[in-house]
């Protein structure tokens, strides 16, 4: 027998995922976000789910914060701040819909985009295939709302996205992005399911999915998610590993970490050249970490605001404005209060799971900065899925009655 009610869930974990980075929904703009948000509201009242006093608490910070910077800059963006409400929002109704469940979809909707992604990373090494997934099957994908002219639009055709480039790694090797718009951003995401699935299972290694996991993260060959995958095992292995793991499993990560970064590549000459501030190319995630910061010192209490006008005073020049590092880039642009109280919020949810299933609470602390360490070179914290990083722990209050996932 069909489970509508299994399946409304998983669709509408997907929609946050999707609207978060699958180039198909998230370049589709805000007119297309806020009609597909109408899905989960229409949820939460069919199920009648009442919303619960932390939201509004939430959204009340949020619009205090406009309404200083509003006041800070005499500018008012009704589109901008209209599409950062909807976000919000959106991300909160899939949690109010589906509940604790949230975590265990979003894990297997991770797992088999890693899955169905290795399958079309591998055929593209055939040119001939790749050519047919390019130029036959992409080009049926496109989405008629497009709204994106920032960076280039890589072929999709939504399970998958043809972009294999980022790294100093030559022609032969194909990275691969998943669904998501670039393999770090895929990376990221990759990541968030292994902290996730390690709660849930209480084991990092020994089961099947974050085998899978890690081997789509290795697929990635993202510098930033590499070394966040490394710091995880580490750290990990070195506070709750048996003592051989601890004498052998952690020194050999780290030797093979400093020789990843010696010798290959994609690795050395990358970190290399992003440390370069006067590269005169896109701003690199070191230089755009600079220039964060520097904006930064000028408005530390409420930051730059979310507008290119007041973010980066007037200026429009792509190659000037452009920036990669999104720990920094959150702290420019919404200041110290809300970002200590982003990150803040974010290690709770991640604690609130450890004590729900009853893992090692210190892991929290780990998985914030796998969190932040991925969020160093990708734009992730202003997307719906990470906002709702910062609301999952509503999910397991105390005070919450619902049977776990």
């Not at 979003?106 to 591998?122: E, G």
């Not at 000037?320 to 290690?347: C, D, K, S």
Request: proline share 3%.
């Amino acid at each position: 027998m069909i489970n509508i009610s299994k399946i409304t869930d998983y669709t509408l974990v997907y929609l946050m995922v999707a609207f978060s980075g699958i180039p198909f929904f998230y370049y589709g703009g805000i007119f297309f976000m806020t009609v597909m948000m109408m899905l989960p509201l229409a949820v939460v009242i069919i199920r009648k789910r009442r919303p619960d006093r932390f939201i509004f608490g939430y959204l009340l910070v949020v619009a205090v914060l406009l309404f200083l910077q509003t006041a800070k800059f005499y500018y008012i963006a009704v589109s901008t701040y209209g599409g950062f409400m909807v976000r919000l929002l959106f991300a909160y109704l899939v949690l109010l819909a589906v509940g604790k469940k949230t975590i265990r979809y979003y894990i297997h909707i991770l797992f088999f985009s890693v899955i169905t992604s290795l399958f079309f990373n591998i055929i593209s090494y055939i040119p001939a295939i790749n050519n047919l997934l390019t130029n036959s099957v992409a080009p049926h994908f496109d989405h008629p709302l497009l709204m994106h002219e920032k960076y280039t639009i890589w072929p999709q055709f939504i399970l998958y996205t043809i972009n294999f480039r980022g790294e100093s790694i030559g022609s032969t090797l194909m990275r691969n992005s998943g669904p998501f718009w670039e393999p770090g951003a895929f990376a990221g995401f990759i990541l968030i399911a292994i902290l996730m699935n390690t709660i849930i299972s209480k084991k990092l290694f020994g089961n099947r999915i974050n085998h899978i996991l890690f081997a789509g993260l290795l697929s990635t060959f993202s510098t930033t998610g590499l070394i966040a995958g490394f710091m995880l095992i580490g750290i990990y292995y070195l506070i709750w590993g048996s003592g051989w793991r601890k004498l052998i499993l952690v020194p050999a990560i780290l030797f093979g970490g400093i020789t990843a970064y010696i010798s290959f590549e994609f690795l050395g000459r990358k970190i290399d050249r992003a440390m370069d501030v006067a590269n005169i190319g896109y701003n690199t995630r070191f230089k755009s970490a600079m220039l964060d910061i520097n904006d930064f010192a000028a408005n530390p209490l409420l930051g730059m605001g979310m507008t290119k006008e007041t973010r980066f005073e007037g200026k429009t020049q792509h190659r000037i404005i452009h920036r990669n590092n999104g720990v920094t880039n959150l702290l420019a642009t919404y200041g110290a209060v809300i970002f200590i109280a982003y990150f803040f919020l974010t290690w709770l949810s991640f604690k609130r799971m450890c004590i729900e299933y009853e893992f090692h609470q210190a892991f929290a602390w780990i998985a914030l900065l796998v969190v932040l360490a991925a969020g160093f070179s990708e734009i992730f914290f202003n997307k719906i899925f990470f906002y709702s990083l910062t609301m999952m722990h509503i999910l397991y209050h105390p005070s919450k009655k619902e049977e776990k996932a």
